[in-house]
T-cell receptor
Framework: AQKITQTQPGMFVQEKEAVTLDCTYD???????LFWYKQPSSGEMIFLIY??????QNATEGRYSLNFQKARKSANLVISASQLGDSAMYFC????????????FGQGTRLTINP | NAGVTQTPKFQVLKTGQSMTLQCAQD?????MYWYRQDPGMGLRLIYY???????DKGEVPNGYNVSRLNKREFSLRLESAAPSQTSVYFC????????????FGDGTRLSIL
């Protein structure tokens, strides 16, 4: 079975600082994908970034990057130069190769950016 | 640039009433999913459809039924609503493959009184 653990229920960061949101995972699959989603207060789920289990380079998308440490089974999201609009819930999720290929979500981290 | 469209956005039901949540995607994706989001519990899979003509149970299917009407549309039905089904419901679609992101609708906020 797959499991995602996000140990930070809430984080408070000053605007323009970098922030790291933690995510650890557990799976017996050799092939899998790791995803981060943002959920602002308006409620929609926005896909941010993807990391494949066989990718040797850490994924980057604009101000978002993923610190992927496969041996430690961690996939932390790094947001550089945080902005007020980054305040939201952030979910780490994984998807395996079997069956439904469903997304398994962590419980999320609520990020608040202070001016 | 619609993506995944869910209707309605909000609904209040009385216990025992029935209703259908609608979902349509315009990205030509084979796979579609229904999740529910409860406070502090992330999203959990209710049902999914790997391709047109197939549906299967997810993690929390009790009290729900689904229909994959065609490749675009995937509906979720509550036959006899219960207060425990008060939640936010999300529909998602994706290409098949563990490296493909799922794209979500804006959600339906459902309250059962």
């Amino acid at each position: 079975a797959q499991k995602i653990t996000q140990t930070q229920p809430g984080m408070f960061v000053q605007e323009k600082e970098a922030v790291t949101l933690d995510c650890t995972y557990d799976t017996s699959d050799q092939s899998y994908g790791l995803f981060w989603y943002k959920q602002p207060s308006s409620g929609e789920m926005i896909f941010l970034i993807y990391q494949g289990s066989y990718d040797e380079q850490n994924a980057t998308e604009g101000r978002y990057s993923l610190n992927f440490q496969k041996a430690r089974k961690s996939a932390n999201l790094v947001i550089s130069a945080s902005q007020l609009g980054d305040s939201a819930m952030y979910f780490c999720a994984m998807r395996g190769p079997q069956g439904a290929q469903k997304l398994v979500f962590g419980q999320g981290t609520r990020l608040t950016i202070n001016p | 640039n619609a993506g995944v469209t869910q209707t309605p956005k909000f609904q209040v039901l009385k216990t025992g009433q029935s209703m259908t949540l609608q979902c349509a995607q315009d990205m030509n994706h084979n796979s579609m999913y229904w999740y529910r989001q409860d406070p502090g519990m992330g999203l959990r899979l209710i049902y999914y459809s790997a391709s047109e003509g197939t549906t299967d149970k997810g993690e929390v299917p009790n009290g729900y039924n689904v229909s994959r009407l065609n490749k675009r549309e995937f509906s979720l039905r509550l036959e006899s609503a219960a207060p425990s089904q008060t939640s936010v419901y999300f529909c998602a679609s994706s290409e098949q493959g563990f490296n493909q992101p799922q794209h979500f609708g804006d959600g339906t906020r459902l309250s059962i009184l």
